[in-house]
């Protein structure tokens, strides 16, 4: 065995790797619906496929590092000029060098064909949301089974009931329901469909638009933001005019907050404050 040649597959192997990861977490949904709805492809959580990026993400780095280190010769060849003299600058370098900073500065400035990538992501975020559904509150899943039961207005004995009548086990008022759910093989979701009567509807996330903001937020116009949360669009509407805002069902949060110099963060909690209960 050579060191050069395990380095350069070692290599190929992590850039194989880290293009399937990236895809994979490129559609895997926000943290709290993958922990929630118990979400895995190819039996691995969100956590581990994140794990696995970032460690072959340094292997990679330690893999390239030895490459440039081996082909150091190759690579300054690249660098000369026609009289064999090292230029950094020159014809080649500055070509790659526009193509990376049109790509950095495209991203940053939010204008296609970059900008379609991450439009993209929170698009299959937001799907993911409305097919496994979200938690009554930002990390559910680590509440103990008692706590969770107080803050979806259940009763903590009659839910402990319930949960043990269909056949779950270590069933406790102190257990968080991920240890729980994770004990059972289940999601945190499913215990609390269990935990509920029939007739009662699921708890919302929130009366209006949810605490944590949503991905993609800048992007997102009025019109998908009041149909995604099940806000009247009529009341986000004349929330922003008698905020002195200028605004239509297509305008975005992130236009919005420009024209007034504002985050769109702070936009967002200004809506979801003037829109609750609405």
Do not use: C
Not at 2 to 19: N, P, Q
Not at 62 to 79: C, E, F, K, R
């Amino acid at each position: 065995m050579k060191l050069r040649r395990i380095t350069s597959l070692s290599a190929m192997l992590a850039f194989v790797g880290i293009l399937i990861t990236s895809v994979i977490l490129y559609i895997v949904p926000q943290g709290r619906v993958a922990y929630w709805s118990n979400w895995r492809l190819l039996g691995l959580d969100k956590t581990q496929w994140t794990q696995i990026h970032l460690n072959l993400g340094v292997l990679f780095l330690l893999a390239g590092g030895l490459h440039i280190y081996y082909n150091w010769s190759a690579i300054t060849a690249y660098l000369k000029d026609r009289a064999r003299r090292l230029r950094v600058f020159t014809a080649d370098f500055n070509a790659a060098l526009l193509l990376t900073a049109l790509v950095v500065a495209g991203t940053l400035a939010g204008v296609p064909p970059m900008s379609w990538i991450p439009a993209g992501s929170d698009y299959l975020k937001m799907k993911a949301e409305a097919r496994y559904g979200i938690p009554p509150y930002g990390h559910a899943e680590l509440s103990s089974l008692s706590s969770f039961a107080v803050k979806v207005g259940l009763d903590v004995e009659e839910s402990l009931r319930r949960l043990e009548a269909k056949g779950f086990s270590g069933v406790s008022p102190e257990v968080s329901l991920k240890d729980m759910a994770a004990r059972n093989g289940v999601s945190p979701q499913e215990l609390y469909l269990a935990m509920k009567k029939p007739e009662m509807p699921v708890a919302r996330p929130t009366e209006g638009l949810p605490e944590d903001p949503p991905a993609g937020l800048g992007r997102l116009s009025l019109k998908e933001l009041a149909a995604t949360y099940g806000v009247p669009l009529e009341s986000v509407l004349e929330t922003l005019v008698r905020a002195g805002y200028e605004a239509d069902p297509e305008t975005t949060l992130k236009a919005l907050a420009e024209s007034r110099g504002a985050n769109p963060r702070d936009l967002y909690q200004m809506l979801r404050t003037k829109t609750s209960g609405s």
